[in-house]
């Protein structure tokens, strides 16, 4: 039995927003309230994606009509699972439960080394 790292990834729609950076506030936010007291050890991030032009880092958020799309990180450790699919299942049924009208992708799976793992 090992522990992992998991991290899925999800588009949250925010709508009446006037920015991009409006959008990623509320979308963490509501994210936040949501995942808050059942899933609270779960981290919740901004996506970033490389620019195509000039490679730096730029979020994954876009504001349309007054309609925000947020790509967003949701990562939790996972522990004693049998491997790193088993994780994915855990982490998916954890956070699904608690985001039950978000679709969820897996992002990454890190296997955690060493003792000291504890949270």
């Given at each position: 039995m090992s522990d992992y790292r998991v991290t899925l990834e999800a588009g949250?729609?925010?709508?009446?927003v006037e920015s991009v950076q409006?959008?990623?506030?509320?979308?963490?936010?509501?994210?936040?309230?949501?995942?808050?007291?059942?899933?609270?050890f779960v981290d919740v991030d901004v996506m970033n994606m490389p620019c195509p032009y000039c490679g730096k880092d730029i979020n994954?958020?876009?504001?349309?009509?007054?309609?925000?799309?947020?790509?967003l990180l949701l990562s939790m450790k996972v522990f004693?699972?049998?491997?790193?699919?088993?994780?994915?299942?855990?982490?998916?049924?954890v956070i699904g439960r608690a985001l039950r009208d978000v679709s969820l992708s897996t992002y990454?799976?890190?296997?955690?080394?060493?003792?000291?793992?504890?949270?």
């Open positions: 949250w729609t925010v709508k009446d409006d959008a990623i506030g509320i979308a963490v936010s509501e994210a936040g309230k949501r995942l808050h007291p059942s899933a609270k994954t958020a876009l504001v349309i009509a007054r309609t925000g799309l947020v790509g004693k699972a049998e491997n790193p699919e088993h994780a994915v299942h855990i982490a998916k049924s990454s799976v890190e296997l955690i080394e060493g003792d000291d793992v504890a949270e």
